[in-house]
């Protein structure tokens, strides 16, 4: 399977279909850096090591950088998102599910960055894409041993963000509880700068993937192969996916950090640290063992561990209520919108 820009567009010439496909992965790409990759510098900005605008700028370079780089290195997370769906079947009826499970998943990005709240793209993308599947071969479209491992990935996400945060903020307050306060910061706003930009390459790298993956699939669909080769991602698809991630981060990032990081907890950047430390962590396991997990449930978790290690009364726990059942709506929410959307379009078209 030739997977060129030149043979795309060939391909195209018989299948228009993918022309959408290409244009929706950019959009639901968009909303993600809208929604998703403010996650990995609302600290930084915060705690005021960093300009809003800086980190924008530093987010949209390095989420490109993860997602080439990270490609080349490890495809895990791609092949759990080929592996969990099964979209067999005629490739007229398969291609166009695929459409309504990726504008569901669009839909209510978009609902959720209205209000600033920060749901996960790559769960609405996973079940929107499920929806579709299920739509279209009933519950023989998912495959329960590859979709246990987003389970697997939110229960960790969750649990490890916040332990983690929670412990690396007693241990630096622990291990630097003798450093003069102005010499700590000082070196603290240096941990954070690293932080972030480790934090946008892992950014990059999990839904980079995730996003590539349906572009993916479309295209493998349409030549009648229902399981790609997640070790072929093209480079044309790869700087598509990380242009539409920056872009978004730049119109809607401020929305978001402005929810997860200044008005949940305040933290001092001792504690940003320490909430850095425990999302990278995190990410990269996740992102080494193949679990798609949401960056806005690692980073989020870690800055309601480390404030909870501060001192519990000064979280907002109001709007973490929120931010949660926002994240457990979203599976039933995309899923419904993905199913019903595919059965009408299969219907229509």
Not at 156 to 185: Q, Y
Request: charged fraction near 10%; include cysteine.
């Amino acid at each position: 399977m030739d997977l060129t820009l030149v043979a795309f567009f060939e391909q195209a010439a018989n299948f228009p279909v993918l022309y959408l496909i290409l244009v929706l992965v950019i959009g639901v790409t968009v909303v993600s850096g809208a929604t998703d990759a403010p996650n990995a510098i609302s600290t930084v900005v915060s705690t005021r090591c960093m300009s809003p605008n800086a980190a924008i700028l530093l987010a949209a370079v390095f989420n490109f950088v993860g997602l080439v780089g990270m490609t080349y290195v490890s495809t895990a997370v791609a092949k759990t998102m080929f592996g969990m769906v099964d979209f067999s079947g005629s490739t007229d009826m398969a291609l166009t599910a695929l459409c309504a499970a990726m504008i569901g998943a669009i839909v209510w990005g978009v609902f959720c960055w209205t209000f600033g709240i920060p749901c996960s793209k790559s769960h609405s993308l996973i079940a929107g894409i499920t929806g579709g599947a299920i739509a279209l071969n009933g519950w023989a479209g998912v495959v329960p041993s590859e979709w246990a491992k987003v389970i697997y990935g939110m229960v960790f996400s969750l649990v490890a963000g916040f332990a983690l945060g929670w412990l690396f903020n007693k241990l630096i307050e622990f291990v630097f509880r003798g450093v003069n306060r102005r010499v700590a910061n000082t070196g603290f706003t240096i941990v954070q700068d690293v932080c972030a930009i480790a934090l946008s390459f892992l950014h990059g790298a999990q839904d980079g993937q995730k996003f590539m993956s349906i572009a993916m699939l479309g295209i493998a669909l349409s030549f009648g192969n229902p399981e790609p080769d997640a070790s072929g991602f093209p480079l044309w698809l790869m700087i598509v996916c990380s242009l539409a991630i920056s872009l978004g981060t730049a119109v809607g990032g401020k929305k978001i950090i402005k929810s997860v990081a200044m008005d949940m907890v305040t933290l001092e950047k001792h504690q940003g640290a320490a909430a850095n430390f425990s999302t990278t962590f995190t990410l990269l396991v996740a992102s080494l063992t193949g679990m798609p997990v949401s960056t806005s449930h690692c980073n989020t978790s870690a800055i309601m561990g480390v404030g909870t290690a501060k001192n519990p009364r000064k979280v907002d726990w109001s709007l973490a209520k929120n931010m949660l059942m926002a994240w457990v709506i979203t599976f039933p929410a995309c899923g419904v919108i993905g199913f019903v959307l595919a059965r009408v379009f299969m219907l229509v078209f």
